[in-house]
């Protein structure tokens, strides 16, 4: 009975973390999209930056936590293993409820934006990767390039919410309600996502799983609840641009601020096979959901259903990886 008690904090800690993040996703998609129509600014570009940040909060947290303590492993895998999910069971989840379409109007300028976004998730994937293979782990001069490219994100995205105001539209609440609402929605869906690491890490390390496995499954899996969370709220809401704006935010979040910052604190090496298999299926993955999205600005449900089936594929490599080594 004594041994069973950590167990029971732990699950409890599972489910409180999942309530959490189900309030506080649905705060976070209602608060940023009625900012959006009321200040013009385009519901992509809501996503991108405050969604989508404020989302990330837990892989930036969890993996700075883990650099700093020398767990690399865990840090770099977690920000890897995190950007797989979102690509692959966010938005195939999401399309699979709702069609996710984001071409809009139809005009060229929102397929320059996403191609220029997609691009800049792949810059950083690609500097990671030669970088490890070239010198076996990430020095601060890389961590702080990577650092610059998310910073020439933000730059980019700012630029753009200014160039694509429009006129203000009435909604319900005001600017400061409603930006409150944004905020404690981005504080449920951090603090839902540190229960959920935290009860499945002892969960995991009481059944014997190793860290890096842990780092690129379960901790990975939980820091991505908020944007599995939000995007599927958003879904829901008929709010498609914060869905694909939110994982795409993300994900230069997590490539270039999260590893870049870890690795400004604590530079060093990181285990190779993550570099060699699991950063060119993030790249693989990104190119897979790209083409989807620039060839007719849509994801289908027959093309979410694939993204997870993909999803489920690569969950099955990490496990006979796992139980190979």
């Not at 700093?68 to 770099?76: D, E, I, K, V």
């Not at 969960?203 to 190793?210: N, P, Q």
């Not at 969370?229 to 994982?247: C, D, F, H, L, M």
Request: proline share 4%.
């Amino acid at each position: 009975m004594i041994g069973a008690v950590p167990h029971l904090g732990a699950i409890l800690l599972v489910v409180g973390g999942m309530a959490c993040l189900g309030l506080g996703a649905g705060w976070l998609v209602d608060g940023a999209s009625r900012l959006a129509l009321r200040l013009g600014v385009a519901p992509m570009i809501v996503g991108l930056t405050v969604v989508g940040f404020g989302t990330s909060m837990p892989e930036f947290s969890v993996s700075v936590l883990a650099a700093a303590r020398g767990s690399r492993g865990l840090s770099l895998g977690n920000a890897i293993g995190s950007n797989i999910m979102n690509l692959l069971l966010v938005l195939g989840v999401a399309a699979v409820i709702r069609p996710i379409n984001v071409r809009g109007d139809g005009e060229a300028e929102p397929d320059r934006t996403l191609l220029r976004d997609l691009l800049l998730g792949l810059l950083p994937a690609g500097i990671i990767i030669v970088v490890v293979l070239a010198r076996g782990g990430i020095g601060r001069p890389a961590a702080a390039v990577l650092v610059a490219v998310f910073a020439g994100f933000v730059w980019l995205s700012v630029r753009a919410a200014r160039r694509t105001r429009g006129e203000p539209v009435a909604v319900r609440g005001s600017v400061l309600a409603n930006t409150a609402l944004t905020v404690l929605g981005i504080g449920l869906l951090v603090g839902g996502a540190e229960l959920m690491v935290r009860g499945g890490v002892t969960l995991a390390r009481a059944a014997g799983i190793s860290e890096t496995v842990i780092g690129l499954t379960l901790v990975a899996f939980g820091t991505s609840l908020p944007e599995l969370a939000t995007s599927v709220a958003a879904a829901v809401k008929a709010e498609p641009e914060i869905s694909v704006g939110n994982v795409l935010g993300s994900n230069v979040f997590n490539l270039g601020l999260v590893v870049g910052t870890a690795f400004l604190i604590r530079p060093g090496a990181v285990p190779m096979f993550v570099v060699r298999q699991d950063v060119p299926f993030l790249v693989a993955a990104t190119v897979l959901v790209g083409g989807f999205v620039l060839r007719d600005g849509r994801i289908s449900r027959l093309e979410g259903g694939g993204m997870l089936l993909a999803f489920v594929g690569y969950m099955a490599f990490l496990a006979m990886r796992g139980a190979g080594g």
